[in-house]
């Protein structure tokens, strides 16, 4: 396990950790394979797709290439009726204010790293008013591959000009705990999508349901961690 003492820095994947919103998504998704055609269940896009960049995810869900237009069309659809299926029911994970507060209060440097795209981002940070609370803002446009690959999250290491070692992410998908660990960060997983044995599986140190509940450890350890090292 990576020392303690070097966990000054978080990064927080969005939909799903910071937000409660995946099975919107998911609704989203099947929505839009039934229209095309194909049998699709939104267990598939929350175990597979999740933490994928859409132009990873359509040309597999048709199982074909796609020209760019097509791929901006389809991916447009799916984002903008997620977003209306959302709207409503937009809030916080629970806990999520205040660790987050403690945590800045600790003096930790704080990301999000999402590959939600840029009207997803704006629907949820600037809905909820806490863009401002994170130092950066790592979108999927800023780097080549999505989850599991590791990009986003060294891209957010380096954003936060932070050692990799020295991070933690907060992640619902499998993928992004592998993403996690492949960038060699610690990883904690939030069981709002997954279950905890799975999370653990795919390397997570720690499971929680929400931010109210994360294990007392972890949660010493970075503050005190973050404290020292401001």
């Avoid at 995946?22 to 597979?48: C, K, N, P, Y």
């Avoid at 447009?76 to 029911?89: N, V």
């Avoid at 981002?121 to 800023?142: K, P, T, W, Y």
């Avoid at 970075?222 to 020292?228: E, K, N, P």
Wanted: with cysteine; proline share 6%; net charge negative.
């Amino acid at each position: 396990m990576i020392a303690p003492t070097l966990l000054h820095a978080a990064i927080f994947d969005m939909d799903g950790t910071l937000v409660d919103n995946m099975r919107f998504h998911s609704e989203a998704w099947v929505s839009l394979s039934q229209r095309l055609g194909i049998d699709a269940t939104a267990e598939r896009f929350e175990r597979e797709f999740a933490g994928k960049k859409n132009e990873e995810i359509l040309p597999i869900l048709l199982g074909r290439p796609l020209s760019a237009e097509e791929l901006n069309q389809l991916a447009e659809e799916k984002e903008t009726h997620y977003r209306q299926l959302y709207k409503p029911h937009l809030s916080l994970m629970r806990g999520a204010e205040a660790f987050i507060a403690r945590l800045r209060s600790a003096g930790a440097r704080l990301a999000v790293a999402t590959a939600a795209p840029t009207g997803n981002r704006a629907l949820v940070l600037d809905g909820l008013g806490i863009r401002s609370l994170f130092a950066r803002v790592v979108g999927a446009e800023e780097v080549v591959r999505g989850k599991p690959a590791p990009d986003i999250f060294l891209a957010a290491a380096k954003a936060l000009d932070v050692d990799p070692a020295s991070c933690v992410v907060f992640e619902d998908a499998v993928n992004g705990i592998i993403a996690a660990r492949a960038a060699g960060m610690a990883a904690v997983g939030i069981t709002s999508t997954t279950p905890p044995e799975v999370l653990r599986e795919a390397g997570a140190q720690w499971v929680a349901p929400d931010f109210a509940t994360l294990p007392p450890d972890l949660e010493a350890r970075l503050l005190i961690a973050a404290a020292r090292a401001v």
